[in-house]
């Protein structure tokens, strides 16, 4: 850090520190802090967690989710109230998916669960396929990460807080069914002894045939005698018929609490499969009738935490985990197919895209050790270090000499923070980090035809540094700045590919930014019946060889791909806003605005050439974009302890171009759609909970829905849910 950045962190604290005021604001803060909590977010704010990290200096919200347990959503819809985040999905259900915050998507933001960084965990185990009633509530960083995740996030981090359920037992299960055959159950069954033993068992599944209607543009009509047609401009009304998933999942955890030498020792083991039939290439051009998908992953998994470990306010936290996983990409028809669900033989020639029949093997190990020191009051001291690898082995039907080399990266990162907390009234926070990768792979020798390959390397280290603060204006209002500079390094899938309709770049660079945040919130109750809460967030960054993911044409399918894309700055703001009356009405959204511009005046770094899309908007990112929701509660109806809920909520999205704005024709260019969907759901809860009825219904006006290129999600559809909840 330069004596420049250190004066500026220096004045950053001195300039919250003005804020402090006198012992007596102190007081009066802290009288607030003492009273009864009130509920002002029906998903944000009850848990003492989800407060926690409300208030904390870094720009970051907490998603309660008790209040989303009863309905049919997944982890990933849940964070569809938070601002700035947007949902982008490739199709029904098990479709790939990805969650875009500030502008950043995909890679750039990294998801935890209980602190353990789930990269590599598998598709089968992601945010769209684990039912919302595994959390207890959800975290949601911006940008700036705090060293405890040690992460190379550059779009901010998703951690996800199981339950620690303190009752001698439980059973949590839940079974729902809806439109496309869609089928989703979770069991949960766990007990706690008072020697301190507890263990628990989740089990979760998703099924449906997502054979929902799309419209699919120039069909191709076989002929007889073997010829075809297409009007590449017309438009049918088609179904997909190849579309089928299913996953299943079961996490056993057992383990000790409350010991004097562990306050948690818990030993996980994790198992989850997939079948996912794979309906169309990465722009819905062309349909497959027998193109699929298999995975399976095994986890085991180790967690230790101990408050005051040898030395008094020394507290350590140490995590490790191991997956193995598979995946089994099949295409080996001998048969095309096309969007009427009509087949006839290639003659002889197999595979719809390209003949294969390959499983790839991925071993990835997670370890973090983290310790906290409180040398005294308001001061403390964090270290945390994370070592990560990933080790690739495929195996083929198909001849592939790039295969007899493993696909390997391995990274390291090392983060110390420093934090003043003198009063309730003020926080700030500096830090560092440190990150190192070591990469190697296969590369065919020029002029060999891919016949010799050798094994290359790619190692990259960089420091990065920042700062956060929080402080309270007046007693209801509360200002957040915070600022890093960061890193993202590539994964394995953006290096290697992911041996189908992904294609990776050996030679991609870590992504580099500067991130700021500036936040103002206001929380206030007016005579203990009225709850108010508002909002507001402007985000800047500036990131340096961005990983910009495009598609690329082969011989007629589209693939994936990825480059880096010299500079991309990113100015934005979030808005949000929530009402509450007593128990019975909630009414609030948030209105997200998201700049993301090529800021690269030159062709590529050396050349002379000007970018014809300097200063244009990055394709492919939506860039306004808000929710609404009201929520009505009967309480007590029917008998004492049940409750009536229903809520309304919409979504929306802005048009925004598929491909950079400065090509093309603007009357006919390229465009995702502005869309708007409206979902309805009723809950009735009986006896405080412990049975549970819903009925939900999404797309209610049958809107045409897209979020990547032009794949094409479901219409309308119908889901019932029923939920038991006991224990002792």
């Known amino acids: 850090m330069t004596q420049r ?12 520190n003005t804020f402090a005021n006198t012992d007596e604001g102190d007081k009066k803060h802290k009288s607030k802090f003492s009273s009864d909590p009130i509920e002002l977010k029906e998903v944000t704010v009850v848990s003492s967690s989800v407060k926690r990290i409300n208030k904390s200096a870094f720009n970051a919200v907490g998603v309660d989710t008790k209040s989303l347990q009863n309905t049919t959503l997944n982890l990933s819809d849940a964070l569809r109230q938070v601002p700035g985040i947007k949902l982008r999905e490739t199709g029904g259900v098990g479709s790939d998916m990805q969650l875009m915050l500030d502008g950043f998507s995909g890679k750039h933001i990294k998801v935890f669960i209980d602190g353990v960084p789930q990269e590599g965990i598998g598709q089968s185990f992601g945010l769209n396929n684990i039912p919302v009633t595994y959390a207890d509530h959800i975290e949601v960083y911006r940008g700036v990460v705090p060293v405890e995740f040690g992460t190379d996030a550059i779009g901010g981090v998703i951690n996800v807080v199981t339950k620690k359920n303190a009752r001698s037992w439980h059973l949590d299960a839940s079974y729902s069914y809806g439109s496309f055959n869609t089928h989703k159950s979770n069991v949960d069954f766990g007990q706690h002894f008072k020697n301190g033993l507890t263990y628990e068992i989740n089990f979760f599944q998703n099924y449906s045939d997502n054979d929902y209607s799309i419209d699919a543009t120039g069909v191709k009509h076989f002929l007889p005698g073997g010829g075809s047609q297409q009007n590449a401009k017309k438009t049918e009304r088609v179904k997909r018929l190849h579309d089928n998933y299913h996953n299943e999942a079961i996490i056993g955890r057992i383990g000790v609490i409350g ?60 995590t490790a985990n191991y997956n193995r996983n598979m995946t089994n990409n099949v295409d080996t ?8 669900g009509e087949s006839r033989y290639k003659n002889g020639r197999k595979g719809e895209v390209s003949y294969q029949d390959t499983k790839a093997y991925n071993d990835n190990w997670n370890a973090t050790f983290r310790a906290i020191y409180r040398p005294v009051k308001g001061h403390t001291i964090t270290l945390n270090h994370l070592l990560q690898s990933a080790d690739r082995k ?65 190692d990259v280290s960089m420091l990065g540094y920042g700062a956060a603060g929080a402080a309270y204006l007046l007693t209801d209002l509360q200002l957040k700045l915070s600022y890093e500079r960061t890193c993202r390094l590539p994964t394995i899938e953006e290096l290697f590919g992911d041996n189908d309709l992904e294609r990776g770049k050996f030679e991609l660079k870590p992504e580099r930014s500067h991130n700021y945040n500036l936040n103002l919130s206001y929380t206030h109750t007016f005579d203990k019946k009225h709850a108010l809460y508002l909002e507001g967030g402007l985000i800047y960054r500036l990131t340096k060889d961005y990983i910009k993911r495009t598609t690329e044409n082969v011989s007629g399918t589209y693939y994936g791909a990825y480059s880096n894309h010299g500079r991309v700055k990113t100015k934005g703001y979030n808005i949000a806003l929530r009402y509450d009356y007593q128990r019975w009405l909630s009414i609030g959204g948030n209105w997200s605005e998201m700049n993301v511009r090529d800021d690269e005046p030159l062709q590529e770094t050396g050349s002379q050439q000007a970018n014809l899309t300097y200063q244009a908007r990055m394709p492919n990112l939506p860039y306004q974009f808000a929710n609404g929701d009201v929520t009505l509660r009967w309480h007590d109806l029917g008998a004492k302890g049940n409750m009536l809920t229903a809520t309304y909520d919409l979504l929306y999205t802005h048009s925004f171009p598929l491909f950079s704005e400065v090509y093309g024709n603007t009357s006919t260019k390229m465009k995702v759609p502005t869309q708007t969907t409206h979902n309805l759901a009723v809950t009735y809860v009986m006896k405080g909970g412990k049975y549970n009825l819903s009925l939900e219904c999404h797309n209610l006006t049958d809107a045409k829905l897209y979020d990547n290129f032009n794949l094409q999600k479901a219409g309308r559809a119908f889901y019932g849910k029923v939920r038991v909840n006991i224990g002792g």
């Open 394 to 458: 495929t195996q083929t039907a198909t001849v592939d000499l790039s295969n007899l080399i493993n696909k390997l990266t391995v990274k390291q990162i090392t983060g110390l923070s420093y934090q003043l907390a003198p009063t309730l009234r003020w926080n700030v926070t500096i830090f560092g980090k440190y990150y190192d990768q070591r990469n190697s792979g296969p590369q065919a020798l020029t002029g060999t035809d891919n016949t010799t390959y050798v094994k290359i390397h790619n």
């Open 333 to 340: 028809a001998t048969y095309e197919y096309n969007w009427l």
């Open 5 to 16: 950045q250190l004066f500026a962190c220096l004045l950053f604290a001195t300039c919250l």
């Open 259 to 318: 010991k004097s030498w562990a306050d948690r020792l818990m030993l996980s083991l994790t198992y989850s499969k997939s079948y996912k039939e794979i309906q169309t290439d990465a722009r819905q051009t062309v349909a497959f009738g027998q193109r699929h998908r298999k995975a399976w992953s095994l986890m085991p998994a180790l967690e230790y935490r101990k408050r005051n470990f040898l030395l008094k306010h020394l507290d350590i936290v140490m």
